[in-house]
């Protein structure tokens, strides 16, 4: 079950709100790093890691949930098409 899943089965307005403020900061703070566009700095950083770069997967995994930059990455590989 993916983070998003785990919000939105809740269907708490408050919790879903801050859920979508976090993932919209964090696109931020990646776009203005150089990213790409609605791209996450989870996604970025799994990407950085399979390219073998330097990257902080472990300490965002540790902080946010175990696979959550890989499921991060996932999304984004998936969705950006559309």
Not at 16 to 26: C, G, N, Q
Not at 45 to 74: A, F, M, P, Q, T
Request: net charge positive; proline share 1%.
């Amino acid at each position: 079950m993916t983070m998003k899943e785990k919000v939105t089965e809740r269907t708490n307005p408050l919790r879903l709100y801050l859920f979508r403020v976090l993932t919209a900061m964090s696109v931020l703070l990646n776009v203005i790093l150089g990213g790409a566009n609605n791209q996450t700095f989870s996604a970025r950083n799994y990407e950085w890691k399979r390219k073998g770069k330097l990257n902080i997967v472990k300490l965002i995994d540790s902080i946010v949930g175990r696979e959550h930059c890989l499921e991060s990455w996932v999304y984004w590989k998936t969705r950006r098409k559309w």
